[in-house]
């Protein structure tokens, strides 16, 4: 069965410096998708950036990162220069493959805590 | 535009009340998913819709978990008889199409108290 795995509970990181926060995932597909989501204590889950299975350069959204390294199945997500409001709780998810009758649910990890330290 | 919302944002039940959940998906997404996250977890999936069609309910529970999608847009998630490990927030989150890279958008979350 799909697994993601995200070791790190919580981590800190003083502003303006570049953190990493792990993911390790587990299929047998060759066909997934690996999403990162931001969670502010207001509990929204928020969009960050996705890589896709077969994309062969990482992906980037202005201060994010995707560390995407197949081979080792992790999808590491960047945040480089930490602002104040980047605290929050930090989740890895994986489609896996695309299925119509399944619509492309996402398994989510345990989440990291991030606090950016002024 | 407007994103995905949910009502109401708290619920407080009594044990063994029914309760239901509503989610307003962002305008024209096909697809329509609920989730549900225990306190310090990731969220976990309940129900998959497609426009009105019910196609996954592999993650409810229980039978005392209905979900509907009559008209394709809003989507309601009902609990029958609350029971306190049903206390948790359910999260909404729809996406515009049917498959390869579309990004599901989560709404705000109702946040379910079981007394």
């Known amino acids: 069965a799909q697994k993601i795995t995200q070791t790190q509970p919580g981590m800190f990181v003083q502003e303006k410096e570049a953190v990493t926060l792990d993911c390790t995932y587990d299929t047998s597909d060759q066909s997934y998708g690996l999403f990162w989501y931001k969670q502010p204590s207001s509990g929204e889950m928020i969009f960050l950036i996705y890589?896709?299975?077969?994309?062969?350069q990482n992906a980037t959204e202005g201060r994010y990162s995707l560390n995407f390294q197949k081979a080792r199945k992790s999808a590491n997500l960047v945040i480089s220069a930490s602002q104040l409001g980047d605290s929050a709780m930090y989740f890895c998810a994986m489609r896996e493959g695309w299925v119509s009758n399944q619509g492309g649910k996402l398994i989510f990890g345990q989440g990291t805590e991030l606090s950016v330290k002024p | 535009g407007a994103g995905v919302s949910q009502s109401p944002r708290y619920k407080v039940a009594k044990r063994g009340q029914d309760v239901a959940l509503r989610c307003d998906p962002i305008s024209g997404h096909v697809s329509l998913f609920w989730y549900q996250q225990a306190l310090g977890q990731g969220p976990e999936f309940l129900t998959y819709?497609?426009?009105?069609?019910?196609?996954?309910k592999s993650g409810l529970p229980s039978d005392r978990f209905f979900a509907e999608r009559p008209e394709g847009s809003v989507s309601t998630l009902k609990i029958q008889r609350t029971q306190q490990e049903d206390s948790a927030v359910y999260l909404c989150?729809?996406?515009?199409?049917?498959?390869?890279?579309?990004?599901?958008?989560f709404g705000p979350g109702t946040r379910l108290t079981v007394l």
């Open positions: 819709f497609q426009n009105e069609a019910q196609l996954d």
């Open positions: 890589q896709g299975s077969y994309d062969e």
């Open positions: 989150a729809s996406s515009a199409l049917q498959r390869g890279t579309d990004t599901q958008y």
